[in-house]
């Protein structure tokens, strides 16, 4: 799940918002690295699809809002 704050609970991980990186953190394994899980097949056809937002203007670092 996409969350532009920061703030749901659970496990998450960051990546920049280049248009190719979530692209490269998934072929390269990173992203299901980080959060130590197998990505889902369905979040793998989003990905593919360019449905994943990866741009926001909300929230910002922890404690710095």
């Keep these: 799940m996409f969350d ?17 990186c ?6 390269k394994g990173a992203l299901a690295r980080a959060l130590e899980i197998p990505l889902p097949t369905a979040f793998l056809e989003i990905a593919r699809s360019g ?13 710095q809002e």
């Design 4 to 20: 532009p704050s920061g703030r749901l609970p659970g496990r998450g991980a960051y990546v920049c918002q280049g248009p190719d």
């Design 22 to 27: 979530l692209a490269l953190a998934i072929k």
């Design 51 to 63: 449905a994943v937002p990866t741009n926001t203007t909300e929230g910002g670092a922890r404690g």
